[in-house]
């Protein structure tokens, strides 16, 4: 079994917002030669429907949007294989030499959030990549009903579709050897919150060397849309700064630089 070279993202439309632009751009930039599908919500609920129609009741009565969004992944993957990436994730060289030879590849999340969530392994679903068919996408798709009601640690969207739910049904699969787990350095090196400061600054105290791709955290499904709002605020306050300083530091310099008397 092996990935094929199609890369799944989705959104609600197919008006994507320009915040994920240069994120979308860097898949492409880096994997010339695989074939790009955007999912929308009409696409995803017609995937269940057409070929997953035992799910169709349970994916309709999910009580919030992030949570179809979760399951759809599973699906995606299931039926077509490739790799599934979240639009808030910025690639920085080739997955190629990481899928190779794999049927099935997942990662890690960073240490500081499993302890946060109060688990020893937490594995996250914004990036994953899988042959068509592979029996551990088989087994999520078959145990997503069971976790319907299914909450931990006061987290009922990671519990019941999220990186909790999967971490689970890993821990429980007969043939966990089948899935290659990757270490956090490798596609999630950044914990939330350096997420957010590598957003607004551009750079983070993290040794990034490893790492193939970074997960941003951008959040939309459990940030409101005031701290959306925020954020593209903060982003026109440092474009603004940036460019008075940079303004400033001109004509001290032109000053330092002119005639003296």
């Not at 594995?123 to 068509?132: D, E, G, Q």
């Not at 145990?143 to 909790?164: A, M």
Request: hydrophobic residues 40%; aromatic residues 12%; glycine residues 6%.
């Amino acid at each position: 079994m092996s990935v094929p070279k199609i890369l799944h993202q989705t959104w609600k439309d197919e008006r994507v917002p320009d915040d994920f632009s240069e994120c979308v751009q860097s898949w492409r930039t880096h994997h010339p030669d695989w074939q790009f599908r955007l999912w929308t919500d009409q696409n995803n609920r017609e995937l269940i429907a057409e070929e997953y129609a035992w799910f169709l009741e349970t994916y309709d009565g999910y009580p919030a949007a992030i949570q179809r969004a979760d399951a759809i992944r599973y699906f995606i993957l299931h039926r077509f294989g490739g790799m599934y990436v979240d639009l808030d994730f910025i690639c920085r060289k080739p997955l190629d030499p990481l899928l190779a030879d794999q049927g099935c590849v997942v990662g890690m999340e960073p240490p500081q959030h499993c302890r946060h969530h109060r688990v020893p392994n937490l594995l996250c679903n914004a990036l994953m990549a899988s042959a068509p068919g592979h029996p551990f996408f088989e087994r999520v798709i078959q145990r997503l009903p069971d976790f319907v009601d299914h909450v931990e640690n006061n987290e009922p969207i990671l519990s019941s579709t999220g990186p909790i739910m999967m971490s689970r049904v890993l821990n429980d699969f007969e043939t966990p050897e089948s899935v290659t787990v990757l270490p956090s350095r490798f596609l999630y090196p950044l914990t939330m919150h350096q997420a957010a400061q590598y957003r607004l600054a551009g750079h983070v105290g993290v040794d990034l060397s490893d790492a193939f791709a970074i997960h941003l955290f951008y959040g939309t499904w459990w940030k409101t849309d005031r701290w959306g709002r925020n954020w593209r605020g903060y982003y026109k306050l440092k474009s603004l700064i940036q460019r008075r300083v940079s303004g400033l530091w001109a004509r001290v310099s032109a000053v330092r630089g002119g005639p003296r008397s």
